[in-house]
């Protein structure tokens, strides 16, 4: 199985238009962007597929929030990372082969988005913003569907996001009604059928972004 975008190539850099934040106009260090979901495709898709989950995780989040956004200082590259999830759909129909940009998101919503939109039949779950706005009057809530790159604007390292499509052998996975991507990762053993990887890069440090 092949995944490919018209949004970015393999291991390119992902458009502003398809992040969370961006660098301001005004030479802000990151206002809030489009946030619209970019263009994915596959082929190739194994016999006796029933259905397809998505996933998209940035592998490259700092693991200590001590430096994080914070003027006059750097979160250092070979600070431990972790992951942060972007997006985790579900029950995608097997004869699905295309979500369209901006299909599924198209701008940042305050608390999250409640039903975000997406291919029929599909399910989205958490993302991580939901802990990250956790302590924010102003933005916190439950944030279910995509909502794309926001690094920190003083990371050392270009973040990496991977977009992961899985062929499945049943038709609707067994996860909760609020699910995360742990939920996904767990029942999805034993019914995967074949996997595809896109992996694009974004960053809000000046410095990197120029390199």
Known sequence: MKLHSNS???????????????????????????????HLAWDEVPDGT???????IDTD????????????????ADLPRVDFVHWAMVDLPATLREIAAGSASDGV???????PAGPAGARQGENDYTGWFSG???????????????????????HRYFFRLFALDVE????????????????MRG??????????????????AQS
């Not at 700092?62 to 200082?73: A, E, I, Q, T």
């Not at 909502?147 to 920190?152: A, E, K, L, S």
């Not at 609707?172 to 029942?187: G, K, Q, S």
């Open 191 to 208: 019914h995967v059928l074949g996997e595809a990887l896109l992996q694009g890069t974004y960053t809000l440090n000046p410095r990197l």
């Open 172 to 187: 609707r996975l067994d996860v909760p009604p609020r699910f995360t991507a742990a939920d996904v990762f767990a029942a």
């Open 50 to 56: 029933r259905s397809f989950a998505l996933l998209c």
């Open 61 to 76: 989040a700092p693991s200590k929030p001590d430096d994080v956004n914070r003027p006059g200082r750097e979160v250092p």
């Open 109 to 115: 919503i305050a608390h999250g988005k409640r039903e």
């Open 136 to 158: 924010d009057a102003a933005m916190q809530g439950e944030y279910l569907g995509y909502d794309g790159p926001c690094p920190p604007f003083n990371d050392a390292r270009e």
């Open 8 to 38: 970015f190539p393999h291991r390119g850099r992902i458009p502003a238009q398809f992040a969370f934040g961006r660098p301001g106009d005004a030479g802000e260090p990151c206002v809030l962007s489009h946030n619209r979901n970019p």
